[in-house]
T-cell receptor, first 113, second 115 residues
Framework: NAGVTQTPKFQVLKTGQSMTLQCAQD?????MYWYRQDPGMGLRLIYY???????DKGEVPNGYNVSRLNKREFSLRLESAAPSQTSVYFC????????????FGDGTRLSIL | AQSVTQPDIHITVSEGASLELRCNYS??????LFWYVQSPGQGLQLLLK??????LVQGIKGFEAEFKRSQSSFNLRKPSVHWSDAAEYFC?????????????FGTGTKLQVIP
């Protein structure tokens, strides 16, 4: 039962470097999400994709871009990493119906020096 | 705008004792409510959800939660805590927003279980 798979699990970057976080789900869900988790702040939505072919900004989109490659895959890109982007990043997916929960990956722990 | 408050940052209970984690939400209509658990180094796992019907909902691992509209609360309970329940617990409220399921998470309650 793979569910939501995120790669890599850990990454250390230098300020100004770029990287892409990958996410894939095998539950045939229409909607996918990227969150960041910081101590004492819960989860904050960065970007979401309500369905294949659409993406929209969430609560904290600055410094990030996303691509919904197909129904399964949703990637998050940091073009020029900053120390403030040090965080744990979670990808999630769900059916579009409102009463359905989101399913989460195990996260990517990203440190930016 | 919807919001969730988890007033307890840390809670310590003895193994075998009962547990109640508090959650208060703010939302204009009937909300969709969730409780998630996060073990160290893991993602969030759904414990239970409420969106209509019986206000007492049962979840996995022996957890239950009660929706009280008059108090805008959705507290999580367990009659007897096990050491493996030590984790961080997140309450969340979901609602439709511009065509997608907007979920707002609380800041979490970290549970410590002592033998």
């Amino acid at each position: 039962n793979a569910g939501v798979t995120q790669t890599p699990k850990f990454q250390v970057l230098k300020t100004g470097q770029s990287m892409t976080l990958q996410c894939a789900q095998d539950m045939n869900h229409n909607s996918m999400y990227w969150y960041r988790q910081d101590p004492g702040m819960g989860l904050r939505l960065i970007y979401y994709s309500a369905s294949e072919g659409t993406t929209d900004k969430g609560e904290v989109p600055n410094g990030y871009n996303v691509s919904r490659l197909n129904k399964r895959e949703f990637s998050l890109r940091l073009e020029s990493a900053a120390p403030s982007q040090t965080s744990v990043y979670f990808c999630a997916s769900s059916e579009r119906r409102l009463n359905q929960p989101q399913h989460f990956g195990d996260g990517t722990r990203l440190s930016i020096l | 705008a919807q919001s969730v408050t988890q007033p307890d940052i840390h809670i310590t209970v003895s193994e075998g004792a009962s547990l109640e984690l508090r959650c208060n939400y703010s939302y204009g209509a009937t909300p969709y409510l969730f409780w998630y658990v996060q073990s160290p180094g893991q993602g969030l796992q759904l414990l239970l959800k409420y969106f209509s019907g019986d206000t007492l909902v049962q979840g996995i691992k022996g957890f239950e939660a009660e929706f009280k509209r008059s108090q805008s609360s959705f507290n999580l309970r367990k009659p007897s805590v096990h050491w493996s329940d030590a984790a961080e617990y997140f309450c969340a409220v979901g609602a439709e927003s511009g065509g997608y399921q907007k979920v707002t998470f609380g800041t979490g309650t970290k549970l410590q279980v002592i033998p």
